[in-house]
């Protein structure tokens, strides 16, 4: 008797702790979003660095969730093959839902791949859920992944999702510094690099098929050399010559600190709070 009485009392404990999560999930689905943020059904797909995973995405996320900014997070799982598996489920009528971008290859160096893989992500939501639109926020090479996408695959491929709002953080688009960033090298008052590195000229098309009506907030780093630590400020300011001339708007924004190195703009409080405003602001 004792013992099935344990069984019974463990098995209660676990109905309860069951349901629990699920009230936690069902609250998080529906809950209501605020009111100082916009209502729409546009998902933001969130795209981490090199060697790095979701992971590195969770604290923006928790921060847009604090803000209420959302009612539904989920997860897209990219394979070393680039096929795409959607973890979680939006609830049917989402309110600025948010997808985590996982590749199971981040350190993938080809940026035609990684493209690609975008690519498979944004085919994969609109099949599931029939979204029209995107937003993003990448981190390093995050952003050459979401880049390389808009420049060789999205002018060709009108049918999927069109790009409406894009967050770049501490991108590298003209090298990194000791590894393929040209050293001495400079930007003019538009972004325009003195000398370009080979993954910059492959997206020099986006000057005539970046999408006019995207928004455009591109945030970098300075801890006090005009570098993240690891990306140069004039990289991350090539951005501008690329797309500034095309995008519906286009703003720089730097970030000071030693919370503004290269690996902890993802986690820094500035950047929640710009990429909130800038993306769901009213």
């Known amino acids: 008797m004792k013992k099935q009485t344990k069984i019974i009392g463990f098995i209660l404990v676990a109905l309860v702790l069951i349901g629990g999560g699920f009230g936690v999930y069902n609250h998080s689905a529906h809950s209501s979003v605020a009111k100082q943020y916009t209502q729409t059904h546009i998902p933001t797909l969130f795209f981490h660095g090199w060697g790095s995973s979701y992971h590195a995405e969770e604290h923006m996320v928790a921060a847009a969730k604090k803000a209420q900014v959302t009612n539904g997070v989920i997860r897209a799982e990219v394979s070393k093959k680039g096929q795409v598996t959607l973890v979680g489920k939006l609830p049917r009528k989402a309110v600025n839902p948010i997808v985590m971008v996982d590749f199971k290859n981040p350190r993938q160096i080809n940026y035609h791949t990684t493209g690609k ?41 009108k049918k999927l999702p069109q790009l409406h709002k894009e967050v770049n953080i501490a991108g590298h688009f003209d090298g990194i510094r000791g590894i393929d960033a040209i050293k001495g090298n400079s930007v003019d008052k538009n972004g325009k690099p003195q000398e370009m590195i080979k993954t910059y000229r492959d997206l020099l098309s986006l000057r005539t098929t970046f999408p006019k009506n995207a928004e455009v907030l591109n945030i970098y780093g300075n801890i006090g050399d005009h570098s993240d630590g690891t990306v140069q400020n004039d990289s991350s300011k090539s951005l501008q010559y690329l797309v500034g001339n095309r995008a519906k708007s286009y703003r720089n924004l730097e ?12 986690s820094n409080a500035q950047v929640d709070k710009a990429l909130i405003n800038f993306l769901w602001a009213k």
């Open 255 to 266: 970030i000071d600190g030693k919370q503004a190195q290269h690996s902890k703009l993802h």
């Open 117 to 157: 893989w975008v690519e498979n992500v944004l085919t994969a939501l609109q099949k599931q859920y029939g979204f029209t639109q995107y937003n993003t926020v990448s981190h390093s090479a995050g952003n050459e992944a979401v880049m390389y996408y808009l420049a060789e695959i999205a002018p060709t491929h």
